[in-house]
């Protein structure tokens, strides 16, 4: 059983945004750094974001820079998107180093 969910993916239009929400049970994320992923059609994964065990530290990769944020709160970690792009498309994941979420699907199209 996958100890972690990924929650809030769909499908929006270009400029809109998604809240992702990372969750996992019986499983602890508080306390650990927490990352961020995602996976185009037809490219490898890469990292988006991550952010440090208590929370005081936020990692962005370039292309999402001020446009998402990732927080943190009790047992849950967030992604905020806004603004997004065409290729922001890709399947989201959630990581606690191993372990991965089954990933959330976002399509950016008009």
């Known amino acids: 059983q996958v100890p972690l969910v990924e929650l809030g993916g769909g499908l929006v239009q270009p400029g809109e945004s998604l809240r992702l929400s990372c969750t996992a049970f019986?499983?602890?994320?508080?306390?650990?750094?927490i990352n961020w992923y995602r996976q185009a059609p037809g490219k490898e994964r890469e990292w988006v974001a991550s952010?440090?065990?208590?929370?005081?530290i936020m990692q962005y990769t370039d292309s999402v820079k001020g446009r998402f944020t990732i927080s943190r709160e009790k047992n849950m970690v967030f992604l905020q998107m806004n603004s997004l792009k065409p290729e922001d498309t890709a399947v989201y994941y959630c990581?606690?180093?191993?372990?991965w979420g089954p990933g959330t699907q976002v399509t950016v199209s008009s």
């Open positions: 990581n606690r180093p191993p372990y």
């Open positions: 019986g499983f602890p994320l508080s306390g650990y750094v």
């Open positions: 952010i440090s065990a208590v929370g005081d």
